[in-house]
């Protein structure tokens, strides 16, 4: 049977820096700590099997192609968006174009934000 390892010391166990002024900085200082003691707990070779497990799956080639697509998938969804908001403006813009056509043709034109009914 092997000797069980010595622990080894971790010197600083908790975040530096400043203290969190939003939740989301809460909860990456939090993410870190548990990185740490994971970490720790690998170092010392007490992890679970579920730790272990997690960050071989962490860095495995599977997660990054779902990162990947991930992000992709957060690309499109901003480019749909973005065509949205460019499909308002090009209502508008012919909007003001038959507005301007009507002018040309002699018929009279409403001022701007008002609805003309002839």
Same mark, same amino acid.
Request: aromatic share 6%; proline share 6%; net charge negative.
């Given at each position: 049977?092997?000797?069980? &390892?010595?622990?080894? *010391?971790?010197?600083? !166990?908790? *975040? $530096?820096?400043?203290?969190?002024?939003?939740?989301?900085? =809460?909860? @990456?200082?939090?993410?870190?700590?548990?990185?740490n003691l994971v970490e720790q707990r690998l170092l010392d070779?007490?992890?679970? $099997?579920?730790?272990?497990?997690?960050?071989?799956?962490?860095?495995? /080639? =599977? /997660?990054?192609?779902? &990162? +990947? &697509?991930?992000? =992709? +998938? !957060?690309?499109?969804? %901003?480019?749909? @968006? %973005?065509?949205?908001?460019?499909?308002?403006?090009?209502?508008?813009?012919? /909007?003001?174009?038959?507005?301007?056509? &009507?002018?040309? $043709?002699? %018929? #009279?034109?409403?001022?701007?934000? +008002? #609805?003309?009914?002839?």
């Amino acid at each position: 049977m092997q000797p069980r &390892k010595q622990p080894t *010391v971790v010197t600083q !166990n908790h *975040v $530096s820096g400043p203290p969190a002024t939003t939740p989301a900085e =809460r909860e @990456q200082q939090l993410t870190a700590l548990a990185y740490n003691l994971v970490e720790q707990r690998l170092l010392d070779g007490t992890a679970t $099997s579920q730790e272990t497990t997690f960050f071989l799956k962490l860095g495995g /080639e =599977r /997660e990054q192609l779902e &990162k +990947e &697509k991930l992000r =992709r +998938e !957060n690309n499109l969804l %901003e480019a749909r @968006q %973005e065509q949205l908001g460019k499909g308002d403006r090009m209502e508008e813009l012919l /909007e003001r174009a038959v507005r301007a056509f &009507k002018g040309y $043709s002699g %018929e #009279e034109i409403p001022p701007d934000g +008002e #609805e003309y009914y002839a």
